[in-house]
C-alpha cells in the first residue's frame, strides 16, 4: 500500500540522481565485494562473452563460459579462461577441496550428481532436512 505523504515524484527524482552514475561512480558500486555473478556480469559486459575453450579448443558448442581461475574472483581478465560447460566443470571440480560452506570433500563426503558436479554431502543433507522443515509449515 503506497503511503498517501510520500512525495509522489520521488521515483523521478531517484532515477535523476543516479543518470550518469555507473561504474564506481554508482552508490550500488560494491568492487570486490561484489557478488559472483555480478563479477562475471562484469567480464562478459567488458570482454564480451567467451566464444573458445582453451582446454579442448573446441569452437562448436552452443555456448562458453568464463572461468575463475584463482578462485578470487577479482575485476581482472588475467583471472578468468574461456571454457566450455564441460571443461568449465571439470576445472572447478579439480580446484577446491571444501565446499563452498568449508566442508572438506573426503571420498565420504562427496557425491557425483549425473552432471559430473561434485557436490557436498553434507550440505545436501541439511538442504534436505530445510526443505523438509520448510513443507511442515
Not at 13 to 19: G, P, Q, T, W
Not at 89 to 107: I, M, P, Q, V
Not at 121 to 132: I, L, N
Request: proline share 3%; hydrophobic share 20%; charged share 40%.
Amino acid at each position: 500500500m503506497r503511503d498517501p505523504n510520500a512525495d509522489p515524484n520521488i521515483s523521478k527524482r531517484v532515477s535523476e540522481s543516479l543518470k550518469g552514475k555507473i561504474g564506481e561512480k554508482s552508490r550500488r558500486w560494491k568492487g570486490e565485494d561484489a557478488s559472483y555473478v555480478a563479477k562475471h556480469m562484469w567480464i562478459a559486459k567488458h570482454y564480451g562473452k567467451a566464444n573458445k575453450c582453451i582446454m579442448c579448443h573446441t569452437d562448436s558448442c552452443k555456448r562458453y563460459e568464463w572461468a575463475n581461475i584463482s578462485g578470487e574472483y577479482r575485476r581482472d581478465i588475467e583471472d578468468y579462461m574461456e571454457l566450455c560447460p564441460s571443461c568449465h566443470r571439470k576445472h572447478d571440480l579439480r580446484k577446491s577441496d571444501h565446499c563452498k560452506h568449508g566442508h572438506e570433500f573426503t571420498s565420504d563426503n562427496t557425491y557425483i550428481d549425473p552432471r559430473g558436479s561434485r557436490q557436498c554431502k553434507q550440505c545436501r543433507k541439511e538442504a534436505k532436512r530445510r526443505f523438509e522443515n520448510a513443507k511442515k509449515n
